[in-house]
């Protein structure tokens, strides 16, 4: 079974509203989330590094105001796509590094349209 | 770029055929990791090479390393048309903790 759970996997959204996914990890502790995107046909570029208890860290051309990150517990995280565009549609993955053995678990992960 | 290369791009042959995607990368790895996605899926984790390994088998996947020329290949034999899918591979930087996927290939596989 998925051991990190990803939450909505698909979510449609109006365009300038905000949209909340959520990653689980469901029965180890993680210090550390990672969240990608994909475009359809494309790679998974990494958006940012989620540390439990402290502040995101954003790859670069990533707009850490558009892409809220919380991750309040280490089996937590939370990606917030606020006033949402069309252009924002994409496919969001979630990973987790387990704390120990740094193993790196991949979620599900979430549709986002926006219309 | 935050990816390295994946080459072919796409790949089409025939059920029973071998498949070869090759991966290059930038920096210093510690390990690197081939993954599957089937189309509008999550990835399936498919084979870990840590960077003091040379070659690795699964089933019939084999997975080359070669950190002296940063590239990685991904050998998949006796492919049958379940194998069609898009392959990664996927780098863990030495000295940090991101986790860098190359560009992938989409696989294509003829019954």
């Known amino acids: 079974g998925a051991v990190v759970s990803q939450h909505p996997s698909r979510v449609i959204c109006k365009s300038g509203t905000s949209v909340k996914i959520e990653c689980r990890s469901l029965?180890?502790?993680?210090?550390?989330m990672f969240w990608y995107r994909q475009f359809p046909k494309q790679s998974l570029m990494l958006m940012a590094t989620?540390?439990?208890?402290?502040?995101?860290?954003?790859e670069q051309g990533v707009e850490k105001d558009k892409f809220l990150i919380n991750h309040a517990s280490l089996t937590l995280s939370t990606l917030t796509v606020t006033s949402a565009h069309p252009e924002d549609s994409s496919f969001y993955i979630c990973?987790?590094?387990?704390?120990?053995?740094?193993?790196?678990?991949f979620g599900e992960g979430s549709w986002l349209t926006v219309v | 770029s935050q990816q390295g290369e994946e080459d072919p791009q796409a790949l089409s042959i025939q059920e029973g055929e071998n498949a070869t995607m090759n991966c290059s990368y930038k920096?210093?790895?510690?390990?690197l990791q081939w993954y599957r996605q089937n189309s509008g899926r999550g990835l399936v984790h498919l084979i870990l090479?840590?960077?003091?390994?040379r070659e690795k088998h699964s089933g019939r996947l084999r997975v080359t390393l070669d950190t002296s020329k940063k590239s990685s290949s991904l050998l998949i034999t006796a492919s049958r048309a379940a194998d069609t899918a898009s392959y990664f591979c996927?780098?863990?930087?030495?000295?940090?903790?991101?986790?860098?996927f190359g560009a992938g290939t989409r696989l294509f596989v003829k019954a």
């Open positions: 990973s987790a590094r387990r704390q120990t053995g740094n193993t790196i678990y």
């Open positions: 029965d180890f502790q993680a210090t550390t």
């Open positions: 989620s540390n439990e208890g402290s502040k995101a860290t954003y």
């Open positions: 920096t210093s790895i510690n390990n």
């Open positions: 090479i840590r960077s003091n390994e």
């Open positions: 996927a780098t863990d930087q030495a000295g940090g903790f991101k986790t860098i």
